[in-house]
């Protein structure tokens, strides 16, 4: 039996099965294709008893072994469910399902070597951002105590992040993004605004409280004398 599309059709069977041509008792969830003039069949008996199953779910491999398969075959199982005969996947020749398994296994391994060099490239960009990064913010304050710009660099550029050295203007290198980054490690280290905010003080009004202090750490940074 063929299905709308002229494919072959095979049926799951939800009762027991006899084959018309060989006799034999199927039993119940048998694999018989249906033919006209001599009812159910037996997969050997169809001549489709060399074919292996490829389930559905991996339409990639599915497409491909159907591809490469001169003859196949759908597999089909009535749901009580949804009142329909539903596909469960294909019957297909042997060596087109080791070409196709082949050629998936070759994208996937294309995929992780792509993946594999993206992740470095990524890696080797982030790297050399903040090292950038760190530059610009010695070139602002080239007081600074050595080795702090690149802390405050990577702090600052973390990946994905929504931090002030992911922003836009950080990736143009902007001065007051670069401060606003420098400002952010004072603000955490060089004061108690942190203590302030434990003791439920107003974010703004900590800010207030430190500015002189945050002030005078950014002018001894920036001094160039």
Not at 38 to 63: I, M, Q, W, Y
């Amino acid at each position: 039996m063929k299905t709308e599309d002229s494919e072959i059709a095979v049926f799951i069977s939800s009762r027991e099965s006899i084959c018309s041509d060989c006799g034999e008792n199927l039993g119940t969830h048998a694999w018989i294709t249906l033919a006209k003039d001599k009812g159910a069949l037996c997969l050997e008996c169809a001549d489709l008893g060399h074919l292996v199953f490829v389930p559905s779910g991996n339409t990639a491999l599915t497409r491909r072994a159907k591809k490469n398969s001169q003859l196949h075959a759908v597999v089909l199982k009535w749901s009580k469910a949804r009142k329909r005969y539903e596909r469960r996947g294909l019957l297909i020749e042997e060596h087109a399902l080791e070409r196709a398994e082949t050629e998936c296994l070759a994208d996937a391994e294309m995929r992780q070597r792509w993946r594999i060099r993206e992740a470095k490239r990524r890696d080797n960009m982030d790297r050399e951002y903040v090292r950038e990064y760190a530059e610009q913010i010695r070139r602002y304050y080239p007081r600074i105590p050595r080795g702090l710009e690149v802390r405050i660099a990577e702090h600052a550029c973390q990946k994905y992040s929504e931090r002030v050295g992911r922003s836009k203007e950080a990736k143009r290198f902007d001065e007051k993004s670069i401060t606003l980054a420098v400002v952010a490690h004072i603000r955490h280290t060089k004061t108690e605004y942190d203590e302030l905010l434990m003791r439920g003080a107003d974010r703004y009004d900590a800010r207030r409280i430190i500015s002189d202090k945050v002030d005078q750490v950014l002018r001894t940074w920036r001094e160039t004398s």
